[in-house]
C-alpha cells in the first residue's frame, strides 16, 4: 500500500508561484510513474505533469514554460514548481504514484489533493 501526501497549495495572485509537494510512504517494493493531476470545479481531473522513477519528466502544452515537475533522486518524492500563475489553474491538484515499473499494469495510488487558488 502506498500513502501519498501533498503540500504546498494555498491562494496567490496572478503571476504568483507556488510549490507543491508530495511525499510517498507506505509498504512497496517500488513506485514507478508519478504524476500531477488536477480537477477544476465541474470539470474532469486532467493529467498535469509526470516523471519515471528514472527521471524523466514531462508536462501538458497548457502549462509548459510555467510548470515544472522534478523527483528526488532514487526516491518517492515529487514536487511541482508553478510559476507564472493563472486564474483558470485554480483547482485540487493530486498526486498520483503507480507501484509498477508499466504505468499500464501497476495499482494506482492518489493523495488527498491540495487546493491551489490564484485570484486578484
Known amino acids: 500500500q502506498v500513502q501519498l501526501l501533498e503540500s504546498g497549495g494555498g491562494t496567490v495572485q496572478p503571476g504568483g508561484s507556488l510549490n507543491l509537494s508530495c511525499v510517498a510512504s507506505?509498504?512497496?517494493?517500488?513506485?514507478?510513474?508519478m504524476r500531477w493531476y488536477r480537477q477544476a470545479p465541474g470539470k474532469e481531473r486532467e493529467l498535469v505533469a509526470s516523471?519515471?522513477?528514472?527521471?524523466?519528466?514531462d508536462v501538458v502544452d497548457s502549462v509548459k514554460g510555467r510548470f515544472t515537475i522534478s523527483r528526488v533522486k532514487f526516491g518517492d518524492t515529487i514536487y511541482l514548481q508553478m510559476n507564472a500563475l493563472k486564474p483558470e489553474n485554480t483547482a485540487v491538484y493530486y498526486c498520483n504514484a503507480v507501484d509498477s515499473p508499466n504505468a499500464n499494469r501497476g495499482n494506482q495510488f492518489w493523495g488527498q489533493g491540495t487546493q491551489v487558488t490564484v485570484s486578484s
Open positions: 516523471i519515471t522513477d528514472g527521471g524523466v519528466a
Open positions: 507506505g509498504n512497496y517494493f517500488r513506485i514507478g510513474m
